[in-house]
């Protein structure tokens, strides 16, 4: 027979409910942790696409007398064929092997030099605020990457173009300015006419400031802050490229 000594003491109620407030403290600690862990590691997966964009951007370099990419418009540098033609050329342009109407399609010309076409595709795409109904840049465009092409606005050198006369590529040896800031695409949403009031605009974003990953033209990426002014500067004549900026 067990006596009232040997069963030992019970919880009370208090304490039980110590031990439960204490558990709600913990979780509550370690659940933003957990999701600002997610968020970096998205944050760094992108740097990492655009880090390997980069190298192919290099490669490219190599074979073309140091030229940037010549490409029809603004979403057909790099990537699959996406399921709009509103930044391609008709009937697409995509991977190697991709067809339209069972005829192959151009080669975007950056894919040559890259092994996965999923490396342009940002784990944190929301989609494009300009086109209603575009949900996920890279299923739309076949990219979640807008470099800067063929037009200087927003204060930043056009890097890639149509080679059309009058919109000739840049080169890597363009004396304006270093190639360690010269941006030469960074996350679709980058532009400034994209308001932050959008959360749909805020990639990687908790804070409402305009940072996003970009590729700079030696190679590297890095989470740059822009400054909230460039949404004022879609004219280039309101800010010419300046490599003080940080980027050009």
Known sequence: MFTARSRGRAFTLIELLIVILIIA???????????????????????????QIGVATTQYHNDNNGSYA?????????????????????PGTGWEGEESGGKALKIRPLNRY?????????????????NKGVVNCYEAYGTSYLPSWNYENFATAHTSATGAKGFRPMRDSDPRGPQTSKLVMSE???HGNRPLTEPQNLWHNIRALRQYN???????????????????W??????????ARGWW
């Open 70 to 90: 010549v490409h029809s418009n603004w979403g057909n540098v790099v990537g699959p064929r996406g399921t709009k033609l509103t930044y391609d050329e008709s």
């Open 188 to 190: 679709w949403v980058w």
């Open 114 to 130: 890259l092994s996965n076409k999923t490396v342009v595709k940002c784990p944190d795409d929301r989609g494009d605020y300009l």
């Open 214 to 232: 970009i590729l700079f033209g030696d190679g590297h990426a890095a989470f740059f802050t822009f400054p909230r002014e460039i949404e004022k």
């Open 25 to 51: 403290i913990l979780v509550a600690i370690i659940l933003p942790a957990l999701a600002r862990s997610k968020t970096l590691s998205r944050l760094v997966r992108c740097s990492a696409n655009l880090a």
């Open 234 to 243: 879609f004219d280039p004549s309101a800010a010419p490229p300046d490599p």
